[in-house]
Structure formats: structure tokens, C-alpha cells
């Protein structure tokens, strides 16, 4: 593959997974059976402040990319792109989805936005064009900590979930089923989409990096 066709694909895989993975939240959303963890935060800011969940997820993301600052992290256009794109998909899908009714509806939206969550954290994450916000809080914290990556994301991930729960975010199965599946989703995608070398050897995916990065955006 030449090495525009590779860059073209890269881009693409970026854009396409981050609106994916905006638009697989909303359906998360609009089956209101439980959301990814930062969605329960995002969810619950929306709740007391009138503002669109895409909204309230794009200042999070600008306000944790400046924390990068003191973690001295450096951020990519895919942590850009992903503070930009990913809260104007969801806005975009939740104003053209339905609320869904019955419990059928609305768990057959919960798989399917789970399963293309995992999708599309393959796409963008494979694209290579750095790490979300989220995730570089993640990995400067165990930089700077010395914590495990596990560890630190778990502990992030119990504050924001608890938080949002309190300001009114929606906890539940889909929390649960999102949390044991997600990580072997993302692998598995990761894996489909990964962008041959440009020695023509395979892929952008090994063993641990990628792992380390899937935190939700």
C-alpha cells in the first residue's frame, strides 16, 4: 500500500470511527438502560445545565486535555478530533433516534450500541493518530503515579461513573454489559482494522499499547 492510500486510509479510519462512536453512544442514550462511564458524567452535567450531551462531552474533553499540560503529554490530531467530532455525532444521532419503547427496543439498542462502541474504538484507535483525552489523562496519571494502568484507570472510571450517577446520569445494565465487553470488543476490532505497515508487515496492533489506550473518549 503507497503511503497516500495508507494516510487516506488512516484519516478515514480516524473520522469515521470517532462518528461512529459519537452515534453508538446516542443509541446507548436512547435505550436508557445504562451508559459508558463518562457518558454517565456527561449525561448528568447535561441534566443540571440545560446543555446537549454532545456539548457537555466536548468541554470535558477540552477541560481534560488541558490537564494534559501539567501531565506533559502531548496530544495528536486524533486527540483533537476526538474532543471535536465525537460530541457532534451524538448530538446528530440523538436528534434524528427516537426514544425507544419496550424493553425488546431498547435492548436490542443497547447491544448494538455497545458492539459499535467496540467497532469504532477499533477504527479510530488503529488509525494511529494519538491517544483521546480521556486516555492520555489515563496514561499520564500511571506516568506520573507510578500506578498500573488498571488501577488508574478503574479508579478514574469509579469517580466519574459515581459522580454522574449523583448528578442524574443513567447507571445499568448497559454500564455493567459495557464494562466486561468493551475491552474484548475493542481488541477484536482493533485487530480487523489495523493498518498494514509501511513495510507491508501487519498492523498497528500489539500487544499492550492498544489495550492501555481503550478508555472511553
Do not use: C, K
Not at 469515521?16 to 458524567?41: F, Q, T
Not at 506516568?143 to 478503574?154: D, H
Amino acid at each position: 500500500m503507497s503511503t497516500q492510500r495508507r494516510l487516506g486510509r488512516r484519516l478515514t479510519q480516524l473520522y469515521a470511527g470517532l462518528a461512529l462512536y459519537g452515534a453508538s453512544s446516542a443509541l446507548l442514550v436512547r435505550s436508557g438502560l445504562g451508559l459508558e462511564p463518562w457518558n454517565v458524567l456527561h449525561q448528568g452535567i447535561a441534566e443540571r445545565t440545560g446543555l446537549s450531551i454532545g456539548v457537555v462531552l466536548t468541554i470535558v474533553g477540552a477541560a481534560v486535555l488541558l490537564a494534559w499540560i501539567p501531565l506533559r503529554q502531548r496530544p495528536g490530531l486524533g486527540t483533537v478530533s476526538n474532543v471535536l467530532v465525537i460530541g457532534m455525532a451524538m448530538d446528530a444521532t440523538l436528534a434524528l433516534a427516537p426514544d425507544a419503547h419496550g424493553l425488546a427496543t431498547r435492548g436490542t439498542l443497547m447491544v448494538v450500541g455497545i458492539v459499535l462502541n467496540g467497532a469504532a474504538t477499533g477504527l479510530y484507535i488503529a488509525a494511529r493518530f494519538g491517544p483521546g483525552p480521556r486516555d492520555g489523562l489515563m496514561t499520564g496519571l500511571h506516568r506520573l503515579t507510578g500506578v498500573s494502568i488498571r488501577l488508574v484507570r478503574t479508579g478514574i472510571e469509579l469517580t466519574v461513573v459515581a459522580t454522574g450517577f449523583a448528578l442524574g446520569g443513567t447507571v445499568g445494565i448497559g454500564t455493567l454489559l459495557y464494562a466486561v465487553s468493551i475491552g474484548p470488543l475493542a481488541q477484536l476490532f482493533l485487530r480487523v482494522f489495523a493498518v498494514p505497515s509501511a513495510s507491508g508487515g501487519s498492523t498497528v496492533v500489539a500487544t499492550g499499547q492498544p489495550r492501555g489506550a481503550i478508555l472511553r473518549p
